[in-house]
DNA sequence: CCCCTGTTCGTTTTT
DNA sequence: CGAACAGGGG
């Protein structure tokens, strides 16, 4: 192996360069911190890397400087990231900055680096190689199989909630052994910590490991097998780690155990983070890692990036201040060289949560018609139920969206089935699979075969599918269910001896038409069939760039989410939790409104380490914006079906005056003030003046008017209009397909006689509207 | 076995 | 108020 080979000098060029004294291209441009970053290569550091200070180019260059440099092979370095979005961010940039490597750095996840060593001394911890690797779904219903076992009342004691106790265990790195008794005592009566030794016993008869395991079972085979162990620390050379202050217990013992090949205080590690953009504390994350590094590596060099590149002088002081008041930070404090202040913050306080979704809309119509991208601008709120109305409003006004974050791509259902087929083919034990597809396409086989299937296999220690092999040679089974249950036997036989030369890609294709799959979608009338077809088209165009069934199904289980690859221009809505990272010229913050942002939920369950996390997460959004921040906040707002009153965030009383503009939709409704009533001054002269007359809503009259012409609204008027409009163009919608109608709500259109829809309205039942008066749900 | 109805519950999300 | 889910009935 090249690792342990001597390193070459650096070739003639660089040589030549540094006795010129002239510094390699790639450090030109960085400011003298991002360099210092950079160059100090040995010994434990920690880069305080604040919003927009160039943390990632510092990552990056601090890689292709040691590879340039020669200080180690490619595969002596090892970088860890949380999210598969920043590995492969990293290994595009790599990539661009080294053109030629030797040997690729171990770049991924904690958890990818993790399956990637315990794949290859899996029987270490009693596991094959080829383990599967859980998913949620797959974790649930071993959980409730559990259950079931034991006769707990899945009611009372919900498989989710045991669920949810593992993840918490495993991110704090406890293994059944460890888990305190007052943990194990909580659930079904004292069953909790039996739970999970049964839990993690099934795994392993399953042959398959859950995300936390990936860590956990790393964690064991380093501190049961010192020779693997110090193997590693003879590999690594350099370690890197990104996002620190999001690492959990579990990461960081994984870290301790890797860095433990040298003294603390001369282990090369490097981790970078901000502490003051930890917000996953509620899933684990422990803040207290990166707030510790110094003392878990003594002497370790600290470096804080402060020049922030992104934000103007306003934003930033209008974030420094507010996060000022949390307690326990290392400190840091953003700023800029550029002399323009940048427009103030606004704050603006509206009636209600419509009335706020009118304002962002107007206001981003207005930006648009100064020039600004759509896709320059995004609405962070706190939570997604927020979503909804900003949506509703903006079909209304034609504006085009993109909501990030919801269901992902191989959560869905047809996904998870066609993995499932693919998963029994690679991993005959992989019982999860098997009882997932055993009955889809429907075949007959009810749970009463399941069960004798499973009985057998219970008392021959055997998977299930081996159990059913055993059971169609006996008179046990029903005659239909034998045949049917040989011939699935036989299809998986045919399947597993294809794969071996058949590409992925192929394979699930012949899979899903030969075990039925594609006729079930076929043969189904419901809106989602189509749409599952495509999903299973797109599935199988991904694999193409698989060779083999187990490096696609790694990267699957690993890899969960879809790159969105879209190229329209549109504004983006999402949570603050799922903006970190990124950034937007413009940045409309809603919805700050004490209970709403900071979330009631968090105070009360966590005091003041939650509202503190809130505060990160407000420092997060203000920090996301380059040119302007505009915050908002509603009197009123509906929350579980009923109208609830709230005061403005205790977040803006934190904001600098000197660099917010307050203004106020003055509401007729009185209300609440800002500051005492500071805002009244903004307020409109005539404060009955309707909403309705806003441009916002002007416009999406206009559009509506456009688009049906302006003949009469009657049917037959509108039909005229319309046909004149569309020329010979057919509609755009068919059968089935799910809308939007700003009166009736969501339905299924039945019919299609022209422009005139028959539609099944969810809410409002079977109505014809115009085909102008809906849009795409 | 599927559909319908009643009930429950109501942040944030990755791997 | 509305989505999601479980359980019962047809």
């Known amino acids: 192996m090249a690792d342990t080979a001597p390193l070459p000098r650096p070739q003639g060029g660089p040589i ?63 970088a860890v990231t949380f999210t598969n979005k920043a590995a492969s961010e990293m290994k595009k940039r790599i990539h661009e900055q080294v053109p030629s490597l030797d040997g690729l750095p171990w770049m991924g996840t904690f958890h990818s680096i993790s399956a990637r060593i315990l794949r290859q001394h899996a029987e270490l911890v009693d596991l094959k190689p080829t383990f599967t690797i859980l998913d949620t779904d797959d974790q649930i219903r071993l959980i409730k199989q559990l259950l079931e076992a034991e006769n707990i009342d899945e009611k009372r004691w919900p498989a989710r909630q045991f669920a ?5 265990w495993k991110n704090r790195g406890l293994l059944p052994k460890d888990v305190p008794a007052a943990d194990s005592g909580y659930f ?27 860590l956990l079972e790393c964690i064991r085979l380093f501190r049961e097998n010192p020779e693997v162990l110090a193997e590693y620390h003879r590999k690594f050379k350099y370690m890197l780690v990104d996002e620190y202050q999001d690492s959990n217990t579990a990461q960081y013992l994984w870290l301790r155990l890797l860095a433990q090949g040298k003294p603390a205080s001369e282990a090369n590690i490097c981790v970078v983070g901000d502490d003051d953009q930890s917000i996953y504390g509620w899933r684990g994350a422990e803040v207290d890692n990166i707030l510790r590094f110094e003392s878990d590596f003594p002497g370790a060099k600290v470096i804080k990036l402060e020049r922030n590149y992104r934000s103007t002088a306003n934003i930033l002081k209008a974030a420094s201040t507010v996060i000022a008041f949390n307690e326990g930070r290392l400190g840091k404090t953003l700023f800029t060289d550029v002399a323009d202040a940048g427009e103030p913050i606004s704050f603006t306080q509206v009636y209600d949560s419509e009335e706020e979704a009118r304002l962002v809309g107007e206001e981003i119509e207005q930006y648009q018609r100064q020039g600004e991208s759509l896709n320059s601008m995004a609405i962070l709120v706190r939570a997604s139920f927020q979503m909804r109305e900003l949506e509703e409003r903006f079909i209304t006004l034609g504006l085009n969206y993109r909501v990030v974050g ?35 396409p429907k075949r007959g086989l009810g749970d009463s075969t399941v069960n004798m299937l499973t009985a057998t296999a219970r008392h021959q220690q055997v998977p299930l599918l081996s159990a059913t092999r055993l059971m169609v040679e006996t008179e046990d089974l029903k005659p239909k269910q034998r045949t049917t249950l040989r011939n699935l036997v036989a299809q998986f036989d045919n399947w597993a001896h294809r794969a071996e030369s058949l590409p992925p890609y192929q394979l699930v294709e012949q899979i899903l038409e030969e075990s039925g799959y ?21 599935l199988s165009r991904a ?34 939790h799922s903006a970190k990272g990124l950034e937007f010229n413009t940045v409309f913050l809603t919805g700050w409104e004490d209970g709403t942002f900071p979330s009631q939920r968090s105070m009360d369950e966590s005091g003041r380490a939650g509202l503190e996390e809130e505060r990160r997460l407000a420092y997060v959004g203000i920090t996301r914006g380059r040119k302007r921040v505009r915050i908002s906040a509603a009197q009123n ?94 509609s755009s919608y068919a059968l089935g397909d799910r809308v939007f109608h700003l009166k009736f709500g969501y339905g299924e259109i039945m019919s299609i006689e022209g422009n005139k829809l028959t539609i099944d309205f969810e809410k409002a039942g079977t109505k014809k509207v115009l085909e102008s008066f809906i849009s795409k749900g």
């Open 543 to 576: 694999m193409e760039e698989f060779e083999t069934l187990g490096g696609f199904l790694e990267h699957i289980s690993l890899v969960m989410d879809r790159d969105n690859a879209d190229a329209s221009d549109a504004v983006t809505i999402m949570t603050l």
């Open 406 to 440: 919801g269901p992902r791509f191989y959560e869905r259902k047809e996904i998870r089935d066609a993995l499932a087929y693919l998963r029994l083919v690679a991993q005959p034990a992989d019982d999860l699979a098997f009882e997932r597809i055993i009955n889809v």
């Open 16 to 78: 030549t360069s540094q006795l010129h004294r002239r510094e390699p291209d790639y450090l030109a441009g960085l400011n003298p911190e991002q360099r210092d970053a950079v160059l100090t290569t040995e010994g434990p550091l920690l880069v305080l890397a604040g919003a927009g200070t160039g943390k990632t180019r510092v990552l990056t260059t601090r890689i292709a400087h040691m590879l340039n440099q020669r200080l180690a092979w490619g595969s002596q370095i090892l």
């Open 164 to 168: 949810g106790m593992l993840d918490a």
């Open 188 to 214: 079904a009566n004292g069953k909790g910590g039996k739970l999970y030794y049964d839990y993690q016993a099934r795994l392993k008869v399953l042959n398959a490991a859950d995300f936390g395991d990936l």
């Open 518 to 538: 594609m006729d079930m979608l076929a043969a189904d009338k419901s809106v989602e069939s189509q749409g599952r077809k495509e999903n299973l088209k797109e």
């Open 637 to 730: 707002r509906r929350i579980h079906g009923l109208w609830q009153s709230a005061i403005p965030s205790r977040f803006i009383d934190e904001l600098p005056p000197d660099a917010v503009e307050v203004t106020d939709r003055g509401s007729a409704y009185g209300g609440y003030g800002y500051g005492g009533g500071a805002a009244s001054r903004f307020n409109k002269a005539d404060p009955f003046e309707s909403v309705y007359e806003t441009p916002g809503w002007q416009r999406a009259r206009a559009n509506q008017a456009n688009r049906r012409g302006s003949g009469p609204l009657t049917i037959e008027g509108d039909l005229v209009a319309r046909s004149v409009d569309l020329g010979n163009q057919s």
